[in-house]
T-cell receptor
């Protein structure tokens, strides 16, 4: 079990640039979540997918953010254009259906810095 | 809606001290309750869980009991170690079970 894999681990970009974060969930997991963590706001759920279909994107802060899951083994979170206030650690997490017996598995995150 | 409230940190303890991190929740129905731990530079990982009232979750010397009458799920450990230094998150899953609602996290610092 390789765990949830996120790339890159660190991303530094300039304001206005497009940023793409990537996630590979654990094989067999049918739920995928994107979270953002900051000191000020803590852990925020941005969007989650079930069987590759977006279920709830109410946490996506604005239209600059978009997420896709083209297949069961890959998801992206894109920010275009990026702004300094987007600086945060972005986590991807996955789990198998049946929450009580299936914990949420997190990747190690992507630390995004927008200058 | 659902919400989780944790004690503010940081909590600073000496090695072998007793730990309590308070967690209270607001939820409809009968949620499942969780504690997650985040070590520096890593994602969150499940520490323990409880699925119904009066259940006690335990792992690695940590314990928490699901108290429905006080809507609480306090985390305890009898003797902390330096390696327990991390951020601890209390969370609940609602009736639908699809999403977790997290508390704000409590940073624990254990000094030798």
């Amino acid at each position: 079990d390789a765990g949830v894999i996120q790339s890159p681990r660190h991303e530094v970009t300039e304001m206005g640039q497009e940023v793409t974060l990537r996630c590979k969930p654990i094989s067999g997991h049918d739920y995928l979540f994107w979270y953002r963590q900051t000191m000020m706001r803590g852990l925020e759920l941005l969007i989650y997918f079930n069987n590759n279909v977006p279920i709830d994107d109410s946490g996506m802060p604005e239209d600059r953010f978009s997420a896709k899951m083209p297949n069961a083994s890959f998801s992206t979170l894109k920010i275009q254009p990026s702004e300094p206030r987007d600086s945060a650690v972005y986590f991807c997490a996955s789990r198998r259906t049946g929450f009580v017996n299936s914990p949420l598995h997190f990747g190690n995150g992507t630390r995004l810095t927008v200058t | 809606g659902n919400s989780v409230t944790q004690m503010e940190g940081p909590v600073t303890l000496s090695e072998e001290a007793f730990l309590t991190i308070n967690c209270t929740y607001t939820a409809t129905g009968y949620p499942s309750l969780f504690w997650y731990v985040q070590y520096p530079g890593e994602g969150l990982q499940l520490l323990l869980k409880a699925t119904k009232a009066d259940d006690k979750g335990s792992n690695k010397g940590f314990e928490a009991t699901y108290r429905k009458e006080t809507t609480s799920f306090h985390l305890e450990k009898g003797s902390v170690q330096v390696s327990d230094s991390a951020v601890y998150f209390c969370a609940l899953s609602g009736h639908a079970g699809n999403m977790l609602t997290f508390g704000g996290g409590t940073r624990l610092m254990v000094k030798p």
